[in-house]
């Protein structure tokens, strides 16, 4: 086993987190480490000591991975915040249209308008159309680039 | 030249390095190293957690890219991140001037 591969092993033994996250972070070290590499061999050394050299100077894997896993467990907190901060909010916003609603006397029901005779449902013609264009009218969630 | 630990100023220099433009670890790096004339020792991996602090804090963003065939994550700063890089800049700049004006007039 070559010294960077060592390296990225004794680091992901190590690193906490969703696999994702942890995967991330492997990436970007491997292809620091390549670049790192590539730049002395460029100027010369050979690709061993070029390669021990890089991950000398990448430093303790387990210092790398403590460090890491404190920063990630508080992003995971700061993003389980926020997710709370939003079910409160739409609570609340919900709550209070509920009893706007009520004061407006909203415990009569809307009448519903009449039924266009030969028309469809506008969710049904979306549906239909994007039916007949072979797609799904829900677009899929948006990618998150990671 | 006595090489110095850079701990407590790794952020700002970390914006600075995006200043200009969105790079990637080891460009980040680099840049820091060349820049400074190898004052600070630090070892490369420093500068991953920091990354990810200031991305979390919303200060960067980060994303995949393809440069020459291989996948890199390169950073890049955030509106809020110039905003805290010009108010972390203006406090240093204070902090140096305070230090410089006592050692002059000592």
Redesign the interface.
């Known amino acids: 086993m070559s010294r960077r591969e060592e390296f990225l092993d004794q680091l992901a033994a190590r690193l906490a987190g969703s696999d994702r996250a942890r995967e991330r972070l492997l990436d970007e070290v491997s292809g620091h480490l390549t670049d790192a590499i590539e730049a002395a061999t460029d100027l010369g050394v050979g690709e061993s000591e070029a390669e021990c050299t890089a991950v000398e100077q990448f430093g303790d894997p387990a210092e790398l991975a403590t460090s890491w896993n404190t920063t990630q467990a508080r992003r995971q907190r700061a993003g389980q915040r926020r997710a709370a901060l939003i079910v409160v909010t739409t609570a609340a916003v919900t709550g209070v249209l509920a009893v706007t609603q009520h004061a407006r006397g909203g415990s009569k029901e809307t009448p519903t308008p009449p039924a266009r005779h030969g028309g469809h449902a506008p969710e049904a013609g979306y549906t239909r159309w994007h039916a007949h264009q072979g797609r799904s009218p829900h677009r899929p969630p948006p990618g998150r680039g990671s | 030249m006595p090489r110095e630990p850079f701990s407590g100023h790794l952020d700002l220099l970390l914006l600075a390095a995006l200043r200009r433009g969105p790079r990637?670890?080891?460009?980040i790096?680099?840049h820091i190293r060349r820049l400074s004339g190898g004052r600070f020792d630090y070892?490369?991996?420093?500068i991953?957690?920091?990354l990810?602090?200031l991305?979390?804090d919303g200060l960067l963003s980060?994303?995949?890219v393809d440069l020459n065939g291989?996948?890199?994550?390169v950073y890049e700063l955030t509106r809020k991140g110039e905003s805290a890089f010009a108010g972390r800049q203006r406090e240093w700049e204070r902090h140096a001037g305070g230090i410089a004006a006592v050692l002059e007039q000592s």
């Open positions: 990637h670890g080891y460009a790096s680099e070892p490369d991996g420093t991953y957690p920091a990810n602090r991305e979390g980060s994303r995949w291989r996948r890199r994550r």
